[in-house]
């Protein structure tokens, strides 16, 4: 199947704190935003890679990411996530079949992670990475105490990669107005929301989101083991 990704790495990385843009901040040698890219270009049938980027940095960019198939294109990301995704779709190539949305800020994605997310697609119209949450629930107050326990089960985590029938994604950010594009926290949440089958698919292995200066130790010692070529 003919897959055109999205890498939407146009955040500021505010609770990162790095003084840079978190897709650009060196991780175990490589900008953060280079491990996802080499993922899905070592994966099984990715045609093309669109890197949604923070406007103004699309050649420091281009820079970090260096060349090599498939052809990259780099656009200028929206001020919100879904409006860099809505960016990116525009700027994929027509003949693509499928459609993989991932944050740059995951960088412990696989090839193995794509395939078996597009492969899913055979039978859903969206196949995305998720895990059951394993810590019990808490509702809180502001002021920091426990107002109740929530019911764990069934409940999991959202994660990228999410993957998606072209056309159906397509329609979904069609049909989506300003203020979903500004809300919405995920595309699969876009697609439910119009009653479309989302399958959810547990990597079983780590694939966090580098949010804070913490995250960041964590990955370099995780992608400091990994050998480059
Ligand atoms: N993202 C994006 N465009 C935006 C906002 C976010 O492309 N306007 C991307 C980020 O680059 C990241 C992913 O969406 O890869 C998930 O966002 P998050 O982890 O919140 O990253 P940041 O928004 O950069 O971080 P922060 O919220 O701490 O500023
Ligand atoms: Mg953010």
Redesign the pocket.
């Known amino acids: 199947m003919r897959t055109g990704v999205i890498i939407?790495?146009?955040?500021?990385?505010?609770?990162?704190g790095a003084g840079v843009p978190?897709?650009l901040v060196p991780v175990a040698g490589w900008p953060l935003v280079a491990w996802s890219v080499r993922a899905v270009q070592a994966a099984t049938g990715v045609s093309a890679i669109v890197i949604?980027c923070p406007p103004g940095l699309e050649a420091q960019m281009a820079a970090a990411l260096g060349s090599g198939p498939p052809v990259q294109a780099i656009v200028p990301?929206?001020?919100?996530?879904q409006?860099?995704v809505a960016n990116g779709i525009a700027a994929l190539p027509g003949d693509v079949e499928a459609i993989l949305v991932h944050?740059?800020?995951r960088p412990l994605i696989t090839p193995d992670l794509v395939d078996r997310l597009t492969a899913g697609l055979a039978s859903s119209d969206a196949v995305i990475a998720a895990a059951p949450v394993a810590d019990t629930l808490k509702r809180a107050g502001t002021d920091g105490r426990v107002q109740a326990t929530l019911e764990r089960s069934g409940i999991w985590g959202a994660q990228t990669p999410q993957v998606f029938r072209a056309g159906v994604l397509r329609a979904v950010f069609a049909e989506a107005d300003e203020d979903e594009l500004d809300a919405a926290t995920d595309c699969a949440g876009m697609a439910e929301r119009r009653g479309i089958g989302v399958a959810l698919l547990d990597p079983g292995t780590p694939n966090f989101?580098v949010?804070t200066p913490a995250d960041l130790r964590l990955a370099e010692v995780l992608l400091g083991a990994v050998h480059i070529a």
Do not use: I, P, Y
């Open positions: 939407v790495a146009a955040g500021s990385g505010e609770r990162l978190k897709a949604a990301g929206g001020s919100s996530r409006r860099s944050d740059a800020a989101k949010t």
